[in-house]
């Protein structure tokens, strides 16, 4: 069994709705929760960073995690086209090393 | 022009020969790393240098070894490929401390395919 497990779609949704994407692990220890946004062809770029459990807004986009459940979601409002790409999550454990678990990705698409 | 830069960006090479990937960053930054992604399984940790003099593996080392130049350049290479080794390989960057140090700054990539 993975470490963290991620639907990897691919997920297709009209302009304008609500996505929602999510990851579950099994690692109680990881303390540092992680979105990344990747293009086609381009490198992941962090989108949203998480402490811990909670919520966390930025625009258009709100973290989740639930620490007890060991499920962590992602949710885009009005999403656009130009939100189409593949979605990571990766966590973390508290310490130095500073190492990422990532899930496998979900690919997402939103149709005009 | 990109923080962090990785050359070449593909390349095709037959089974058994020797290739170096190439990774440079502009960020400053101590902390490099090599990921390795495959359709299905994310991105998985090869090897991670937090200095010039300190290189750890990480989750899948076997068959590769890498080179901490300077801090700026940290290659990796294949002693002698092999076709599962055919992958999108990726070089990442962060800083050391504080809550900044989870994010990780990734280059855009080396498409390898070992035939």
């Known amino acids: 069994q993975k470490e963290v497990e991620q639907d990897p779609g691919p997920l297709s949704v009209p302009e304008g709705a609500i996505v929602s994407l999510n990851c579950t692990y099994s690692n109680s220890a990881f303390q540092y929760f992680m979105w990344y946004r990747q293009y086609s062809r381009k490198g992941p770029e962090l989108l949203m960073y998480?402490?811990?459990?909670g919520n966390k807004e930025d625009g258009r986009f709100t973290a989740q995690v639930d620490k007890s459940s060991k499920y962590i979601s992602l949710f885009i409002r009005d999403s656009q086209p130009s939100d189409s790409a593949t979605y990571l999550c990766a966590m973390s454990l508290s310490g130095s090393a500073r190492q990422l678990t990532f899930g496998s990705g979900t690919q997402l698409t939103v149709l005009p | 022009d990109a923080d962090v830069t990785q050359t070449p960006r593909n390349r095709i090479t037959k089974t058994g020969k020797r290739i170096m990937l190439e990774c440079s960053q502009t960020?400053?930054?101590?902390?490099m790393y090599w990921y390795r992604q495959d359709p299905g399984l994310g991105l998985r940790l090869i090897y991670y240098s937090f200095d010039v003099k300190d290189i750890n593996k990480g989750e899948i080392s076997d068959g590769y070894s890498v080179s901490r130049q300077a801090q700026a350049k940290f290659s990796l290479s294949l002693e002698s490929a092999i076709p599962n080794q055919t992958a999108l390989y990726f070089c990442?960057?962060?800083?050391?401390?504080?809550?900044?140090?989870?994010?990780?700054?990734f280059g855009p990539g080396t498409r390898l395919t070992v035939t």
């Open positions: 960020k400053g930054h101590d902390r």
């Open positions: 990442a960057t962060s800083e050391p401390t504080g809550t900044s140090g989870y994010e990780q700054y």
């Open positions: 998480t402490y811990s459990s």
